[in-house]
Every structure is written in structure tokens, then in C-alpha cells.
């Protein structure tokens, strides 16, 4: 997926760059910058970075990788935090921006950003965060990069106490433990099973019923009662209850591939069109590369589930359509699954953004939206 928020170390990152937290002398310091100067090799990049010289706050300039997995480091000057009053926030978006420029630039694929100034230099996390996907999202609507956000801690990633109190209370509410979902499924498609044989049977009747009513009309008075009789009693209701759905007429191949309805990636771009949304719109919002939807327009297509989810979500679709949608690609929605409830929460309350609610993802450790 084009932007992913991930739980690692940022010196193992192997995308074509990655970024550094730097100070404006590009020399080693601690944290981030410092784990990246040791794992790279001091004494290197201390030489070409000593070769550069100052770079101001709000900008970037780029280096080799030398020892580390990615070909080039990125060094990104952030703002230290002197209480949100200072510009703190252009110039931390101008540092993400800066970067993202020279990976451009470069024609860079991929690059992992750390959580710029959120260290030593006192950022608060949570406004760091909005930050960097602000710039982030912004930049993917008109580019094709895929963007790491690495963060070695997960609780530096944090939603509002509001939203992660509502999403903990919803997932209380309607939790199901799966051996207790497994019992309840088994009943309701015995409930169905039941309601499919009710509905033959009482067709049957029905008809049957009808015949020996047409009947009693023609047949002399003496003999209603023997009719009357049989009418209810020829055949019992426990029995008509175990009577067996007759097999359909055998069909050929052809006939069974002709009666196949919409198929999945049919109904994504018929509501694509009903939703009056472009392709580039959706997949941008869906947090997918341009190349996999692509492969979506052909009809064998099979998403993965957090794909499909991701297409809902971009599609603004409702609970029911939603589920509508999973089960063109053979999914469901489980209340014994709290990915899958952390989804219908955003979905009920209609608020479709990918980021945030892959930021809630990630703070309830499940995996995210996108391909």
C-alpha cells in the first residue's frame, strides 16, 4: 500500500531511502539520528555531511546510505517544539514536504520516515502525527511513492482519548467471543436450513390443499368428512418437515457459468460510476498503487479482505452495503473479530478516513486497510 504506518527500526527499513531526524549541522546526535549515524557508519557520513554543511530548519539534503539497507539517507531538519506558537507546525510540514521532494527528485520508489521532532526536540507526539500524514496524504493524491512512517514505540502513535474510548466501548458492546459466535452462526444457518424447508413444505401443502378444496366442492356430502380428514392426516407435519429439497435438474457446465451474477471487481467500478467518484479518486483514497487496481478490472480479480475494506471505505459505503461488497469476494464482517469491528465502528459512524482509522488499527495492533 502506498502509505503504511509500521512498528520497526528505522536503520533495518529497506526502502530506496530513509529519513533522518537531523540537526541543522548534520552532525551525529542522539535517538534517531544517532542509531542512524552508527548503523550507516559515523566516520562516512560524517565526512559528506561535513561536505554539505548547514542545512536550515524546514529543509533536507541527501546522502548516501552507505552500511545501512537503503541507498540513500534523507536528513530532515525539524523544528524544536517552543509551545505551538512559533511556526513550529509550517516548518515541521516543510520538512516532510523538503523530503518528499528529494526523493522525487531522485526518482525514489519507496522511503521510511521516523516521527520528525517528536524526540529530543519535544514535538508532542499526537501534533507530530496529524503532521506528517497531512503532508503525506497530501502528496500521494498527486504522486506514486510508497511512504513508511516507522515508529520503534507504538505508543507514540495515539489517538484522541474521545475516538479510543468510543472505539474500546463499541468493541465492548459488541464483542463476541468466537467459540460463542461459532454456536450462535451454527443456530442461525440451522434457522435457515429450517425456514428453506418450511417454505417447500408449505408450498407443497398449499397446492395439495388447494386440489382437495377444489375437490370437496365436486364431491358429494357423504364423503367430506373422509376428505376432511385426509386432508390433515395423509401426510403429518413431522414428516413434511424432514422432506428432502429435491435435486435440480443436472445443468451442464456452460449453463452454471452463465448464471454466475456480478462479480466482484463488476461491482466495484458499477458503484465507482453510481457513487460519482473517478478511479484515481477511489484508489488514492483506498491507499492502493495505481499498478494492483489496474489488475481490479479483471473480472476473475480476488482482493484480499483489508483490500476490499479499503474499496468500501473509499466508496463511503454503508454497513449494509459494505457487507454487500465482502461477500462478492467471499468475506464477512465477524463480531468475533475486533479488526472487524474497529471497521464497522468508522463505517456506522460514517466517518471514512483511511488514515485515522488505520491509525486506530495500529493502536489496537491490527493489521491495516490498503494493499
Request: charged share 30%.
Amino acid at each position: 500500500m502506498p502509505f503504511q504506518i509500521v512498528h520497526n527500526d528505522i536503520t533495518k527499513m529497506n526502502t530506496d531511502a530513509i529519513v533522518n531526524a537531523a540537526n541543522s549541522y548534520l552532525r551525529q546526535g542522539g535517538g534517531v539520528c544517532g542509531a542512524i549515524f552508527q548503523a550507516a557508519g559515523a566516520e562516512l557520513l560524517k565526512k559528506e555531511c561535513d561536505e554539505i554543511g548547514i542545512c536550515p530548519v524546514g529543509h533536507a539534503a541527501i546522502t548516501k546510505g552507505y552500511r545501512l539497507p537503503a541507498k540513500y539517507i534523507i536528513h530532515a531538519v525539524g523544528p524544536v517544539w517552543k509551545g505551538g506558537d512559533q511556526g513550529e507546525d509550517n516548518l515541521l510540514e516543510r520538512a516532510y514536504r523538503s523530503s518528499l521532494e528529494l526523493a522525487k527528485e531522485y526518482h525514489l520508489d519507496s522511503i521510511s520516515f521516523p516521527l520528525i521532532s517528536s524526540g529530543i526536540y519535544g514535538y508532542p507526539k499526537d501534533k507530530a502525527l496529524q503532521v506528517a500524514i497531512s503532508v503525506i496524504s497530501e502528496f500521494l493524491l498527486h504522486n506514486d511513492m510508497d511512504i513508511y512512517l516507522v515508529v520503534f514505540d507504538r505508543r507514540a502513535i495515539t489517538l484522541s482519548e474521545k475516538l479510543f474510548t468510543e472505539i474500546n466501548h463499541y468493541i465492548d458492546t459488541y464483542y463476541e467471543d468466537s467459540d460463542e459466535y461459532e454456536v450462535r452462526s451454527r443456530q442461525n444457518r440451522a434457522s435457515h436450513e429450517f425456514d428453506q424447508i418450511y417454505n417447500v413444505n408449505s408450498a407443497i401443502f398449499a397446492k395439495r390443499d388447494l386440489k382437495k378444496t377444489k375437490k370437496l366442492r365436486k364431491e358429494p356430502s357423504a364423503k367430506n368428512d373422509q376428505l376432511e380428514k385426509t386432508l390433515f392426516e395423509e401426510t403429518p407435519f413431522e414428516d413434511a418437515l424432514c422432506y428432502s429439497i429435491p435435486e435440480s435438474t443436472p445443468r451442464c457446465l456452460e449453463d452454471v457459468i452463465n448464471q454466475i451474477d456480478e462479480t466482484f471487481s463488476e461491482m466495484l467500478f458499477r458503484l465507482i460510476d453510481e457513487k460519482g467518484k473517478a478511479d484515481v479518486e477511489v484508489y488514492k483514497k483506498a491507499n492502493i498503487d495505481r499498478k494492483l487496481f489496474s489488475k481490479m478490472r479483471n473480472k476473475e480479480y480476488q482482493p484480499k479482505k483489508s483490500t476490499a475494506l479499503a474499496l468500501a471505505i473509499a466508496l463511503e459505503l454503508s454497513l449494509d452495503e459494505t457487507k454487500d461488497f465482502l461477500m462478492k469476494a467471499g468475506y464477512t464482517l465477524s463480531n468475533s473479530n475486533r479488526f472487524d469491528l474497529i471497521i464497522r465502528f468508522f463505517i456506522e459512524n460514517k466517518h471514512y478516513d483511511m488514515y485515522v482509522i488505520n491509525e486506530a488499527l495500529f493502536t489496537h495492533e491490527q493489521p491495516l486497510l490498503g494493499a
